[in-house]
């Protein structure tokens, strides 16, 4: 049967689940999402959804790993270039690059 997951409490990690969900789309699972990401939203993918390959794929730098040269560049007044974790990344860390620029 379908398959719906509902969250009880605040969902803390929302950025993280919309990545999940986009990587999903992007292999042809479609997820519905009832309520507000920030609080406490339902999941639910029908039965019918099946996983396709893409074909290719880009993977998304690990923004969290990142923030560590980022911190260093800043202390140091030095620069670093991060490459594969833009600023439209879904990933919460990303916003420690935007308040170190």
Known sequence: GDVTISIKDELISAPYVALTIGLMKKFGVTVGIEGDMDKTPSFKIAESEKYQSPESILV???????????????????????????SESVQGDVAFANVME
Do not use: L, M
Request: aromatic share 8%.
């Open 60 to 86: 998304e730098g690990d923004a969290s790993s990142a923030s560590y040269f980022i911190a260093g560049a800043a202390i140091t007044g030095g620069t670093v270039t991060v490459r594969g974790c833009g």
